[in-house]
C-alpha cells in the first residue's frame, strides 16, 4: 500500500505501449499499461474492458457514439427499458425523444394491450400517423 496511483495510458502513449509489450498476454500489457486498481486487502484487479476500450479509442474507434454527433458530452446511454415510479407513473428519458426528434408538443395516443403499452405519435391534424 505504499504505491503510488499512476494514470493509465492513453492514446499514441497507450498503442505505443501495447506494440512494445507485444509479447505479453492481454491482462499483464493491461497491468503494464495502468489499467488496474488495488483493492482494499491488497489483491490487484485488472480492469481488461477499460483497457480494451481505451485502446479502440486510441485507435479512433469509438463504439458509443452515433455516427454525426461529435461532441456529444457522454452520460447514460438509452437502455430501451424503464420502470414504474413509485407514484405509478412511467417516465420516458430524453434519449428516446432525442433520438425521435421529438419536441415539447407533440402529442401521442396511447393504446393498452394485455401486457404492452403502444405510443402513436399524432399528427398536426389531429390523426395518428402511419409508422411506414
Known amino acids: 500500500m505504499g504505491r503510488k496511483r499512476v494514470e493509465p495510458l492513453t492514446g ?8 512494445e ?4 498476454s492481454k491482462a499483464e500489457k493491461a497491468k503494464a499499461c495502468g489499467y488496474y486498481t488495488v483493492t482494499q486487502s491488497g ?15 486510441a485507435l479512433g474507434m469509438n463504439l458509443d457514439s452515433k455516427s454525426g ?8 446511454s438509452a437502455s430501451y427499458r424503464i420502470t414504474v415510479q413509485a407514484n405509478g407513473n412511467l417516465l420516458i428519458g430524453s434519449a428516446y425523444t432525442k433520438q ?11 393504446s393498452l394491450g394485455r401486457k404492452h403499452i403502444h405510443l402513436k405519435q399524432v399528427s398536426s391534424n389531429g390523426q395518428p400517423t ?3
Open 12 to 19: 499514441a502513449a497507450l498503442l505505443d505501449k501495447v506494440k
Open 21 to 24: 509489450l507485444e509479447h505479453l
Open 43 to 57: 489483491a490487484e484487479r485488472i480492469s481488461k474492458m477499460k483497457f480494451t476500450n481505451a485502446l479502440l479509442e
Open 69 to 76: 454527433r461529435s461532441g456529444s458530452r457522454g452520460g447514460r
Open 100 to 110: 425521435m426528434n421529438l419536441k415539447p408538443g407533440d402529442e401521442f395516443e396511447i
Open 130 to 132: 402511419d409508422p411506414d
